[in-house]
C-alpha cells in the first residue's frame, strides 16, 4: 500500500524526518569527531527506559535508522514481503549475540580511550545501517526491524506492557497487515469470543493500524488476562 493512502499520527512523520537527521550526523560526522559515537549510547537509554512503559515505541517513532528506512530508503525499495525466517526467535537471539559479543571485545580493547569508544557505538550504526539498506531495498524496508538487537532488547523487556489489543469484532479484513512498517497480522492473534494481543516484539507502536482500522478494534494495553 503506498504510504499516501496511509493514516498517521501526523507528529509521527515529523518525529522520524528529525530523528533521520542524526544518522548522517553520527556516521559521516563521527569520522571527524569519535565522540558523537556516543549518541548511540544515549538513544540506547532512552529507549530502554521508554519501553518499561510503552515497548517498542521508540523503534516505530524516534529510532533513526527506521527513520531513515521508513522515509527515505522506501522511495527505492521493492517492498517484497518479509519472509518468515525473519519473524523466527531463533534468528533475533542469534544476531542479537553475535553482535553483542562484537561489541563487547570491541569496548574492551577500546576501553580507555573516548574516542575509540565512541567510534565503536558509531561502527556498530554502520555494520546495522548496512546490512539494513541491502536487505530493505529488495524487502520492505523496515525489515531489519524485524530482527534488529536493540528491538528485541525492548520486546523481551515490555512482555506485558503497552500491547496492541485486537477486540474479539475484529473483522480480519489484514488492512492493519497492510499498513505496518514490519507487517504483523493483528487479526491472526484474536480468537472466537476472546480479544488478542499481539506480543510485543513484534510491534512497534507507531499506531498506524490503530489509525487505519476501519471498525476501530485495535488499541494499545496492558497485558489483559485472557
Not at 550526523?25 to 544515549?42: K, Q, W
Not at 514481503?81 to 577500546?110: E, G, N
Not at 550504526?125 to 524487502?139: E, H, K, R
Not at 472466537?192 to 506480543?199: A, I, L, N
Amino acid at each position: 500500500m503506498k504510504r499516501n493512502n496511509v493514516k498517521e499520527i501526523c507528529c509521527r512523520k515529523a518525529s522520524q524526518i528529525a530523528m533521520s537527521l542524526l544518522l548522517p550526523l553520527v556516521v559521516v560526522g563521527g569520522y571527524y569527531h569519535p565522540i558523537l559515537g556516543f549518541t548511540v549510547l544515549a538513544l540506547i537509554t532512552v529507549f530502554m527506559v521508554l519501553s518499561s512503559r510503552r515497548g517498542r515505541f521508540y523503534c516505530g517513532w524516534l529510532c533513526p535508522m527506521g527513520a531513515f528506512h521508513e522515509r527515505f530508503l522506501a522511495k527505492m525499495s521493492l517492498h517484497k514481503p518479509i519472509p518468515a525466517l525473519f519473524k523466527s526467535c531463533w534468528l533475533r537471539w542469534v544476531l542479537f549475540s553475535v553482535m553483542m559479543s562484537f561489541m563487547a571485545s570491541q569496548l574492551f580493547l577500546a576501553w580507555g580511550d573516548y574516542h575509540a569508544v565512541g567510534d565503536v557505538f558509531r561502527t556498530m550504526w554502520i555494520i546495522s545501517t548496512g546490512m539494513a539498506i541491502v536487505l530493505g531495498v529488495y524487502f520492505k524496508p523496515r525489515i531489519w526491524c524485524s530482527i534488529c538487537p536493540m528491538g528485541s532488547m525492548q520486546g523481551a523487556s515490555s512482555k506485558n506492557t503497552y500491547l496492541l489489543t485486537v477486540e474479539d469484532s475484529c473483522a480480519q479484513c489484514k488492512k492493519c497487515q497492510k499498513v505496518c512498517p514490519v507487517s504483523p497480522y493483528p487479526g491472526s492473534f484474536k480468537k472466537d469470543g476472546v480479544s488478542g494481543q499481539v506480543p510485543s516484539i513484534e510491534c512497534l507502536r507507531c499506531s498506524n493500524c490503530v489509525e487505519n482500522c476501519p471498525k476501530k478494534v485495535l488499541s494499545f494495553q496492558d497485558r489483559l488476562d485472557l
